[in-house]
């Protein structure tokens, strides 16, 4: 089998709908995965009865966004129960807030005169569409409208901290939305540590109060081949005996750096986050590489 227990669909930021992700776990023959939107559980909802009849084990997820000492987190919630108010009623807050960013992002770029984008805030909602809207789709219409080369220079031009669109966001604290997982029995998972460029004591704090708020696991694999990074996050999922997990992040398919399911294989000094899962996974064994 293949696992992916971090993905993207067109219900947030991704590229494909919750059907096409499942036809693309098909095709890349990845067995058990989480479709994890930021902070909507709708691609999962999607995508369920198609998985099945696909025979795709489909568990619950979701991305929250959340804070901690000024940084903007990632959380990955796992096998939780879906119909939990305190969760849902969590994340619907969250993307309203999403929402207020977003406009409030809207209004700084039609103030600056070179930012020249027609109709900037329909060609913004168009490509939104149902989904959860976030700072990835400006990066992805500033691309389009050919102001930037892609998504990484539309961050470091325009959308990071300090920028002309910069909107900064009060997300819900760590220990809340680590809560509202849990609390819907779930598995609370810190996304991509590495993403957040963190000094190895700063993650450590991070890490020690996730697990205090109740937070079970960290994402260690993440990339398709082995790397000082997979070997030192499965060293601090042992130290603070959290439960590893493993996921690629995969939003769209022109990000040729990052398939479904193309990830190295899980340390095997680490406690697998599937271990925690109310139901097992659908083969015994597992493969982990690139399609």
């Known amino acids: ?27 890349y023959e990845v067995t058990t995965m989480a479709i994890t939107d930021h902070d909507t559980t709708a691609g999962y909802e999607n995508a369920l009865d198609y998985a099945n009849q696909n025979g795709i084990q489909l568990i619950t997820g979701v ?27 969590g994340l619907a807050r969250i993307r309203s807030m999403r929402e207020e960013r977003a406009r409030a992002i809207l209004s700084k770029m039609n103030d600056k005169p070179h930012i020249k984008i027609e109709n900037l805030d329909n060609k913004l909602w168009d490509l939104v569409g149902e989904g959860v809207v976030g700072r990835g789709h400006f990066a992805q219409l500033l691309q389009q409208e050919g102001l930037v080369k892609n998504a990484q220079q539309a961050f470091e031009r325009y959308l990071k901290k ?15 939305v680590v809560q509202w997982i849990t609390q819907a029995n779930g598995i609370a998972v810190i996304a991509h540590p590495g993403i957040y460029k963190f000094t190895s004591n ?6 020690t109060d996730f697990k205090a708020a109740g937070g079970q ?11 000082s990074d997979i070997t030192g996050m499965a060293q601090r999922a042992v130290t603070h005996q959290l439960y590893a997990s493993m996921g690629s992040d995969f939003h769209r398919l022109e990000h040729t750096w990052r398939g479904l399911g193309w990830l190295a ?5 680490v406690e697998p986050v599937w271990q925690l899962f ?14």
């Open 1 to 27: 089998m293949k696992v992916d227990f971090h993905c993207h669909t067109t219900a947030s930021d991704g590229g494909l709908t919750p059907h096409e992700i499942i036809d693309l776990a098909i095709k």
């Open 63 to 89: 991305e929250a966004s959340c804070q901690w000492n000024g940084h903007t987190i990632h959380i990955v919630g796992l096998d939780f129960d879906l119909t939990n108010d305190d969760l849902q009623n």
């Open 162 to 176: 300090g920028k002309a669109a910069y909107v900064a966001s009060e997300w819900p604290e760590l220990e809340t």
């Open 202 to 207: 700063k993650l450590n704090r991070l890490i």
């Open 217 to 227: 696991a960290i994402e260690v694999v993440n990339q398709p081949r082995h790397s």
């Open 265 to 269: 294989p899980m340390p095997s000094n």
């Open 278 to 291: 109310k139901e097992p996974l659908k083969d015994s064994e597992y493969s982990v590489t690139k399609p």
